[in-house]
């Protein structure tokens, strides 16, 4: 197993943070097999989606209506809102597997490989890959 750890610096900006172009460089000439991303987060997710044509800004304002930013949750340390952050795994989960094919992730034409980060009070995530070559 090839295996390597990412930071992505968040500036503590909640939102998706794109690591499509990182996962590419990761698998680029290692051929067929599987590739693991895996966010070592309580309050982050993955999410394979479209960026860039108004999708992040509706995930976001879809994950407050399900997750209101207030302080009706039992967790209620750090930010406001901070105890949803500790729910985001009900949209996104903590990892993804992705088919690689010669050395090439099998998105689709519009998908990215995003970290859904809605916890302002982080500015660096840490997120694992892993490609098992097949």
Known sequence: MKTTELNVQTARRRGLFD????CERFVAGEGDGL??????HAT?????IELG?????????TLDRLLPRDDRWVHRHGSPGHGADHLVSIV???SVTIPVVDGRLT????????????????????VRLAFIAG
């Open 107 to 126: 998105l689709g034409t519009w998908q990215s490989i995003a970290l859904l980060d809605p916890n302002q009070d982080n500015s660096l995530r840490s």
């Open 53 to 61: 044509a108004g999708s992040d800004a509706d995930l976001m304002a």
């Open 92 to 94: 996104a989960a903590p």
């Open 44 to 48: 982050a997710g993955l999410a394979i």
């Open 35 to 40: 590739l693991t991303v895996f966010v070592p």
């Open 19 to 22: 690591l499509t172009d990182a």
